[in-house]
């Protein structure tokens, strides 16, 4: 069965900060992974997506990689800002269901 | 991107009575459709999968008689949680995907059920 943990559980950073999430799952054999942002008492935005192929992507000061081998994922995020703050979440999709399997995220919160 | 909208946004019920709540794909079609339940300070659980004009198929634990799905269009799918009780207060969060090669799911802003 298909586990995902997120480490950390939250972080504060102060503004500026570059800082990395991690996310790690146990069965490699992955069809795609997701990254999520979500705010308190909201639904998700989906930041990126990696496909099982790629190793990792980019939009405006986040990366994301993805070792398949290794079943881990980070996030990178670039000269953090108050306004990143949020819950983000990962989640793999296991084959075409669809069907994805969510981290417990990491609360992030940047400090003006 | 493609957007998807939930109502209501929250709704409290006394217990015992039911609750319907709405996902809408308001700019595409959406093959499949997707409910979660997320607890306080936890993560998205997945609930059922719907294809438009089929029977849900419901995650192990999931009563099928207690969260009726129905998914009548291609565009609109709704949960009905029955004879809610207290347990079944939640946040309820649907995601549309337009299928294909690329699965990217398209959630919606979620709703928040309080049963008294």
């Known amino acids: 069965k298909q586990e995902v943990t997120q480490i950390p559980a939250a972080l504060s950073v102060p503004e500026g900060e570059n800082l990395v999430l991690n996310c790690s799952f146990t069965?490699?054999?992955?069809?795609?992974l997701q990254w999520f942002r979500q705010d308190p008492g909201k639904g998700l935005t989906s930041l990126l997506l990696?496909?099982?192929?790629?190793r990792e992507q980019t939009s405006g000061r986040l990366n994301a990689s993805l070792d398949k081998s290794s079943g881990r994922s980070t996030l990178y995020i670039a000269a953090s800002q108050p306004g990143d703050s949020a819950t983000y979440l990962c989640?793999?999709?296991?084959?075409?269901?669809?069907?994805?399997?969510f981290g417990s995220g990491t609360r992030l919160l940047v400090r003006p | 991107g493609a957007v998807v909208s939930q109502h209501p946004s929250w709704v409290i019920c006394k217990s015992g009575t039911s609750v319907k709540i709405e996902c809408r794909s308001l700019?595409?079609?959406?093959?499949?459709m997707f409910w979660y339940r997320q607890f306080p300070k936890q993560s998205l659980m997945l609930m059922a999968t719907?294809?438009?004009?089929?029977?849900?198929?419901?995650e192990q634990g999931v009563e099928k008689d207690k969260f009726l799905i129905n998914h009548a269009s291609l565009t609109l799918s709704t949960l009905t949680v029955t004879s809610a009780h207290p347990e079944d207060s939640s946040f309820y969060i649907c995601?549309?995907?337009?299928?294909?090669?690329?699965?990217?799911?398209?959630f919606g802003p979620g709703t928040r059920l309080t049963v008294l």
């Open positions: 989640a793999v999709e296991m084959d075409s269901s669809y069907k994805l399997i």
């Open positions: 069965d490699s054999a992955i069809y795609n």
């Open positions: 990696i496909q099982s192929s790629q």
């Open positions: 700019d595409f079609q959406a093959t499949t």
């Open positions: 719907s294809n438009e004009g089929s029977k849900a198929t419901y």
């Open positions: 995601s549309g995907s337009t299928g294909g090669p690329i699965n990217e799911q398209f």
